[in-house]
């Protein structure tokens, strides 16, 4: 890296999809959930790239190398009756961290929110990680306490999904 590196954010293409999962992977590493991240490549081109993409990533390079993404899906407030941008994940390398790469990527998400007239943007953050909680205050972002995420998968979801209809 130079001492004043080029810093740039793209939206990903297909082409990218290798080095979104590799990102994906590395991002698991660090949260300490790599057992969970089980996504295929072919997984995220269809899902990130196909006919009805679910996701969007940008990608934050450094000197033309990846440095980080940000990966983003619209919500639906119906309190506000406007779609809401939530952010699945936001990852920079340990290599370049320091440079305001977060905060880029942070700022061109809600650019596009404000381009797309969403009336929120929001995102979680795992209890332990207070540099993350500590970059998102300094923000702006106000923490939603009262509110906790609940979370149906794996065989209570197909439980659920068994469940018989009306």
Known sequence: MSAHPLLS???ATVDDVALIAQLIRELAEYERLAHAAVASEADLRAQLFGERPAAEVLIAESDGEPAGFALFFHSFSTFLGKRGLYLEDLFV???FRGLGLGRHLMAALARIAVQRDCGRFEWSVLDWNAP???FYRA???TGMDEWTVQRLEGDALRALASHDAL
Request: proline share 17%; charged share 15%.
């Open 132 to 134: 993350a909680i500590g």
């Open 139 to 141: 923000l702006g972002a």
């Open 93 to 95: 390398r340990p290599a």
């Open 9 to 11: 954010i793209r939206p």
